[in-house]
């Protein structure tokens, strides 16, 4: 069965440094999301990108997040300067369609745990 | 925008019945989604309703009624590996999937 990967599984690392988190969504699927889940809290989205291109971000996603898809497979989430308040699980996730609102399922990735100390 | 709303907590006993609501208010409506999530894991797909009405998938099941902004996620002869988050969640109008807070469901003995 085909399935999002992601590393990291987990990372420590000390703040105001730079983090990158790596996923490689479903070969076919043409819509990837990052969403973060602080410990205890719902998961949140932060972004979504289709055609190589942003489509939608959230307030979370300010200018020290940024997204790249650099190769065609995978697609990677860089947070420049990192505060203790990014310590959180991150996943990615991909669609394969979305129509007019419709959205097709999302598959996740088994997330990225980001510990800023 | 969207708002959903989910009991945080609940409790069964194994082999029982148990059902999840879950209210929501959209702006427009692109169809209601089930995640089951285990601690420190991903969410994965349960079900997923567009139309009114039951939709049954093994021991669960997912009910909807878009006039009343309500859905119920039915889960029948449980199991402690039930033991889990469940997680609703509505697409927004340019599809991203907006999450409830998430029920946390604990099955005993």
């Known amino acids: 069965e085909p399935e999002v990967t992601q590393t990291p599984s987990h990372q420590v690392t000390q703040m105001g440094q730079e983090v990158i988190l790596r996923c490689v969504p479903i070969?076919?699927?043409?819509?990837f999301y990052w969403y973060r889940q602080i410990l205890g809290q719902k998961v949140e989205f932060l972004v979504s990108?289709?055609?190589?291109?942003?489509?939608?971000k959230s307030e979370i996603f300010d200018d020290q997040f940024s997204v790249e898809r650099p190769d065609g497979s995978n697609f990677t989430l860089k947070i420049r300067s990192t505060k203790l308040e990014d310590s959180a699980m991150y996943f990615c996730?991909?669609?394969?369609?979305?129509?007019?609102?419709?959205?097709?399922?999302?598959?996740f990735g088994e997330g990225s745990r980001l510990t800023v100390l | 925008g969207q708002n959903i709303d989910q009991p945080t907590e609940m409790t069964a006993t194994e082999g029982a019945i148990v059902q999840i609501n879950c209210t929501y208010q959209?702006?427009?409506?692109?169809?209601l989604f089930w995640y089951q999530q285990h601690a420190g894991e991903a969410p994965t797909f349960l079900s997923y309703?567009?139309?009114?009405g039951l939709e049954e998938k093994g021991r669960f099941s997912s009910f909807l009624s878009r006039s009343k902004g309500y859905s119920y996620l039915l889960l029948k002869e449980l199991q402690m590996k039930d033991s889990a988050s469940y997680l609703c969640?509505?697409?927004?109008?340019?599809?991203?999937?907006?999450f409830g807070q998430g029920t946390t469901l604990q099955v005993k003995p």
């Open positions: 996730a991909s669609s394969g369609w979305v129509v007019e609102g419709y959205t097709g399922e999302l598959f």
């Open positions: 070969s076919n699927h043409l819509y």
């Open positions: 990108f289709y055609n190589n291109e942003i489509s939608e």
């Open positions: 959209t702006s427009g409506f692109n169809g």
């Open positions: 309703n567009v139309v009114d």
């Open positions: 969640a509505v697409p927004s109008n340019t599809g991203k999937l907006i």
